[in-house]
């Protein structure tokens, strides 16, 4: 019936019956802080070279961006109205970010298509300026801070734990330990988030995890006016930032303990999923499927007897994800702070590049 509701491309996502087998026994690992490295037991698996018509088309784009005259909208609004005295050169930061998979991911989601391409990766330059994350991180300039955005966590609605069975990061959304009324912070929150977790994908992973977990918590007392679950603008907002912005980056998106108000939420907004996103997303499915139970919270199945506490756990991220940005942002530097670096190479300690810009 659900998946009627939600239309096409929304089959299997009706809430399965519960296992009522008892639960075996396991050796829990107490945590209290984001794990901070790939294990060996999770390997990246290596993706096809371009083909030869793909590597034109790349550097084509690669071209287009480097030309050090160009200029960059600095708002969408200026981006949208073609305002030609609201533009920038592109700053260091910006070309740290432009790597090589970057350009890429935004080929590969116009389908080789370099025009509209170039207009969605100038697009998003100018939003990142706007919304404050360009700089790569608060301590390069960013104006969504850790300061900022710390009071959204204090209940730990969002937490970066551990690494799926793709080796890509994850993201917990838990939409029941909602801890404040709507407002742009929370949108703030979550993209710094989403710029958090992609600061842990080791080599070669260039998409995250979401496992969003719908659960009411007694411990968060309730909002008073504010509803656990977004208003729809809220909630079309961070699906265009997602598809607009963040393309290529959703891996899969595992979603559990859906209430009825949530069905009817994900009613509204799924005529503005697009198909590549629906097809990523997984209803009701146990996560330990998806994620070895040692990189799990053990409420999911896992053996990761996770306990947020704020001021333990953000000052570690915030501490964490520094680290990887400076390391990200010296090789950078070391290989000629050059458009087209990449990510392979930035975040990895080997000397010679795999990936050196012809």
């Given at each position: 019936?659900?998946g009627?509701?939600?239309?096409?491309?929304a089959?299997?996502?009706?809430p399965?019956?519960?296992?009522?087998?008892?639960?075996?026994?396991k050796t829990?690992i107490?945590?209290?802080?984001?794990?901070?490295?790939?294990?060996?037991?999770?390997?990246?698996?290596?993706?096809?070279?371009?083909?030869?018509?793909?590597?034109k088309?790349?550097?084509?784009m690669l071209?287009?961006?480097?030309?050090?005259?160009?200029?960059?909208?600095?708002?969408?609004?200026?981006?949208?109205?073609?305002d030609?005295?609201?533009?920038?050169?592109?700053?260091?930061?910006?070309?740290?970010?432009?790597?090589?998979?970057?350009?890429?991911?935004y080929l590969?989601?116009?389908?080789?298509?370099?025009?509209?391409?170039?207009?969605?990766?100038?697009?998003?330059?100018a939003?990142?300026r706007?919304?404050?994350?360009?700089?790569l991180?608060?301590?390069?300039?960013?104006?969504?801070?850790?300061?900022?955005?710390?009071?959204?966590?204090?209940?730990?609605?969002?937490v970066?734990l551990?690494y799926?069975?793709?080796?890509?990061?994850?993201l917990?959304?838990?939409?029941?330990?909602?801890?404040t009324?709507?407002?742009?912070?929370?949108v703030?929150?979550?993209?710094?988030?989403?710029?958090?977790?992609?600061?842990?994908?080791?080599?070669?992973?260039?998409?995250?995890?979401?496992?969003?977990?719908f659960?009411?918590?007694?411990?968060v007392p309730?909002?008073?006016?504010?509803?656990?679950?977004?208003?729809?603008?809220?909630?079309?907002?961070?699906?265009?930032?997602?598809?607009?912005?963040?393309?290529?980056?959703?891996?899969?998106?595992?979603?559990?303990?859906?209430p009825?108000?949530?069905?009817?939420?994900?009613?509204?907004?799924?005529?503005?999923?697009?198909?590549?996103?629906?097809n990523?997303?997984?209803?009701d499915?146990?996560f330990?499927k998806y994620?070895?139970?040692?990189?799990?919270?053990?409420?999911?199945?896992?053996v990761?007897?996770?306990?947020?506490?704020?001021?333990?756990?953000w000052p570690?991220l915030i501490?964490?994800?520094?680290?990887?940005?400076?390391?990200?942002?010296?090789?950078?530097?070391?290989?000629?702070?050059?458009?087209?670096?990449s990510?392979?190479?930035?975040?990895?300690?080997?000397?010679?590049?795999?990936?050196?810009?012809?």
């Amino acid at each position: 019936m659900l998946g009627k509701l939600l239309g096409t491309g929304a089959k299997n996502i009706v809430p399965q019956e519960k296992s009522t087998k008892p639960k075996e026994t396991k050796t829990l690992i107490p945590i209290d802080q984001p794990i901070n490295g790939l294990p060996e037991y999770l390997k990246v698996v290596e993706k096809e070279p371009l083909t030869r018509d793909q590597e034109k088309k790349y550097v084509e784009m690669l071209n287009y961006f480097s030309d050090e005259a160009l200029l960059i909208p600095n708002t969408e609004h200026a981006f949208k109205h073609n305002d030609q005295n609201d533009r920038a050169v592109l700053i260091l930061e910006e070309k740290a970010w432009l790597t090589r998979e970057c350009i890429i991911r935004y080929l590969n989601a116009t389908n080789w298509n370099v025009d509209r391409s170039i207009d969605r990766l100038t697009h998003s330059l100018a939003w990142r300026r706007e919304f404050g994350i360009n700089h790569l991180g608060e301590e390069n300039g960013d104006k969504i801070t850790s300061e900022l955005v710390g009071v959204e966590n204090e209940s730990g609605k969002q937490v970066v734990l551990g690494y799926d069975n793709d080796s890509r990061p994850i993201l917990y959304l838990k939409p029941g330990r909602q801890n404040t009324k709507t407002s742009r912070r929370q949108v703030q929150h979550l993209v710094f988030m989403l710029e958090r977790v992609i600061d842990f994908m080791p080599q070669g992973q260039g998409s995250l995890a979401l496992l969003i977990d719908f659960k009411e918590y007694s411990d968060v007392p309730k909002v008073t006016g504010n509803s656990k679950i977004p208003p729809i603008g809220v909630g079309k907002e961070v699906l265009h930032i997602l598809q607009t912005h963040y393309p290529e980056r959703l891996g899969k998106a595992l979603l559990t303990n859906i209430p009825w108000l949530a069905w009817s939420f994900l009613k509204l907004i799924h005529p503005f999923i697009d198909p590549v996103t629906r097809n990523k997303l997984v209803f009701d499915e146990p996560f330990n499927k998806y994620v070895n139970e040692k990189q799990l919270d053990s409420t999911y199945g896992g053996v990761l007897e996770f306990k947020y506490k704020h001021e333990v756990y953000w000052p570690h991220l915030i501490e964490m994800t520094s680290i990887k940005r400076k390391h990200y942002m010296d090789r950078f530097n070391k290989y000629g702070a050059q458009i087209g670096l990449s990510e392979w190479d930035l975040r990895g300690d080997h000397d010679e590049l795999k990936f050196p810009i012809k």
